[in-house]
């Protein structure tokens, strides 16, 4: 391969933004035509950043890119589209009501009040190609009522509408059931045979073995090195990532578990917009046990999460901690009942991020008598006492006590909320997405805990869009779909396809 000349070569790639922060430090990438290169990293290591230099959205402080041998700059995205290379960002950017066929040819009108696009045709081509692809979509309804999993097909297809030859994938998989993961790399390997190159973004070491060519580690900024994917393992492709062995497999000892903690019965949770986002669910989670809850996004999860912790209203149905009913209670009561969240957004509700690590050790916490020194004040030096120990129990990475908490990266962020959530001593944890956007090593640390939480017989409700996460660490897991749960069933008692199914909408 090395023979060949790159389709796309980057070379000496450095972003260094106005604050300073040195985001990629001279990058060399090359990607050659008809393959799929992975592009893994942990979370912040440049990977997008990389990506949208490539895609004209950010202009490099230093570098020079080659198409085809021939130095390219681009100024915008619109630059890049035109010389073949598209973008599929992670989180899309879709009109909601626009309907997909409006969704794809949008931009493509051309200039002046003349300028019009034939609407008919550009129907023909895109059924033409929907139809080569076996990747259809609903063309003529609007987008806003349409599953993810449908928007990021309207993504894909607006970039191959435009004829590209590279096409960028960011994390593609993120909102996807399994069944529809397996659809689009169905699709990623006819565009593979049709001469296409692909980049795909990944944290996903799996997906990554099963449907790159070779991959790119980068770390900190730095390409650490390139593989061929035959001659890869996950152990390396994570070491690489991380720059240390990492444990990949979660070690869970057998347990029976105990009596119920939690008990919801026919609860039922109102949207943002007045919908009905929870539907008449009923579970329990036992001590000693972690329930999990699996599903795209967007099912009424968040809702679910909200209500139990004291965030959102309950219409009707109850909530019962340890025998006592807590529906509609304050998420202080909820605390000082045993209660600790984990929230699925880190930087919007888990943290202050202009405030220090110490001050945010004890959110939730402050009015405790523990970091009192009377008249309402806080004992600072306790504080600090408090957050050195969580440091140091955590491996919790921070310039210091007194830093604030943006400049941690973001592993060490959720870490240092796993840590406060746990240093109240909850008998019942709720984990919402608590590995989201997070390295290796902090996820490997995270799912670790929550295994040690169980084994000390506390209750643990575990809600991750990660399936592989809540496969590994659930005792028993729910599959939701539009606020109702398909099943509940034991991990290693169902297939991946069962799931799929569930996950889109299909019973037990």
Do not use: C
């Not at 020079?64 to 681009?74: M, S, T």
């Not at 970091?371 to 955590?394: R, T």
């Amino acid at each position: 391969m090395e023979a060949e000349v790159p389709v796309l070569e980057m070379k000496n790639i450095v972003k260094i933004y106005p604050d300073g922060t040195e985001a990629l430090k001279g990058v060399d990438l090359k990607v050659y035509e008809g393959e799929i290169l992975g592009l893994l990293g942990e979370n912040g290591a440049g990977k997008t950043t990389l990506m949208k230099v490539l895609f004209g959205m950010l202009k490099p402080t230093e570098g020079k890119i080659y198409l085809r041998g021939k130095e390219v700059r681009f100024k915008s995205p619109a630059d890049a589209l035109t010389r073949g290379i598209g973008m599929v960002h992670q989180h899309f950017t879709l009109v909601e009501v626009f309907n997909a066929l409006e969704n794809i040819i949008l931009g493509m009108e051309g200039h002046g009040l003349l300028s019009k696009i034939d609407v008919g045709k550009a129907r023909k081509k895109l059924q033409t190609l929907m139809n080569e692809l076996n990747f259809q979509v609903p063309l003529d309804v609007p987008v806003e009522n349409l599953p993810v999993g449908v928007q990021q097909r309207i993504e894909i297809l607006k970039m191959l509408f435009r004829d590209v030859n590279v096409l960028i994938l960011d994390e593609p998989t993120a909102v996807l059931t399994p069944i529809e993961v397996r659809e689009l790399f169905e699709v990623l390997r006819k565009l593979k045979s049709q001469g296409k190159t692909i980049i795909f973004i990944s944290h996903k070491l799996n997906e990554a073995m099963e449907i790159t060519d070779r991959v790119t580690v980068i770390r900190r900024g730095k390409v650490i090195g390139t593989v061929n994917t035959s001659e890869a393992t996950p152990q390396l492709l994570a070491r690489m990532m991380v720059g240390r062995d990492v444990v990949l497999r979660i070690q869970k000892p057998p347990k029976e578990p105990g009596k119920p903690i939690l008990q919801v019965q026919n609860l039922w949770v109102k949207g943002d917009r007045g919908e009905e986002a929870v539907k008449g669910l009923s579970f329990e989670v036992r001590a000693g046990e972690i329930f999990g809850i699996a599903g795209v996004e967007g099912n009424g999860q968040s809702e679910l999460i909200e209500a139990i912790t004291g965030l959102r209203n309950v219409e009707k149905g109850r909530i019962i901690l340890k025998g006592t009913d807590i529906t509609g209670k304050a998420p202080r009561d909820l605390y000082d009942l045993g209660i600790a969240h984990i929230p699925e957004d880190r930087t919007h509700m888990g943290l202050i991020l202009e405030m220090s690590v110490m001050e945010n050790s004890i959110l939730g916490l402050h009015w405790r008598e523990e970091f009192s020194k009377g008249f309402s004040l806080i004992d600072w030096g306790k504080v600090e006492k408090h957050s050195n120990a969580l440091i140091e129990e955590f491996e919790i990475v921070a310039p210091g006590v007194k830093a604030p908490v943006k400049s941690l990266s973001g592993g060490n962020q959720q870490k240092l909320i796993v840590a406060r959530e746990v240093s109240k001593k909850p008998e019942f944890i709720v984990a919402a997405q608590p590995t989201r956007g997070v390295d290796v090593a902090s996820t490997e640390y995270i799912r670790n805990y929550l295994v040690k939480l169980r084994n000390e017989n506390k209750g643990v409700l575990l809600v991750s869009a990660d399936l592989d996460e809540v496969l590994q660490l659930s005792d028993r897991m729910a599959i939701m779909y539009e606020g109702e749960f398909m099943g509940i069933v034991k991990p290693e008692e169902v297939t991946e396809e069962q799931i799929g199914l569930m996950m889109g909408g299909v019973r037990e």
